[in-house]
């Protein structure tokens, strides 16, 4: 399983969800989405949007692990 860390990497920057979505251009809702775990795929441009504002690699917002872990 594929986890968001959107709130780790928000709670790290110190930077709200409203502050990124004007940064990145992405609804609160999409973004939200994405935060929650619900979401089934996520673009390349949008993950380049959010390393870019976050100043991060993707392998600090993206976690794999196996199904059941938490």
């Not at 110190?14 to 979401?39: C, F, H, Q, R």
């Amino acid at each position: 399983m594929i986890t968001v860390n959107l709130d780790v990497m928000l709670a790290k920057r110190k930077m709200s969800l409203t502050e990124l979505s004007e940064k990145v251009d992405i609804t609160l809702a999409n973004l939200s989405i994405l935060k929650t775990g619900k979401a089934k795929a996520v673009r390349f441009s949008t993950l380049d949007a959010l390393c870019r504002a976050l100043q991060c690699q993707p392998g600090e917002l993206l976690e794999f692990t196996e199904d059941g872990e938490s």
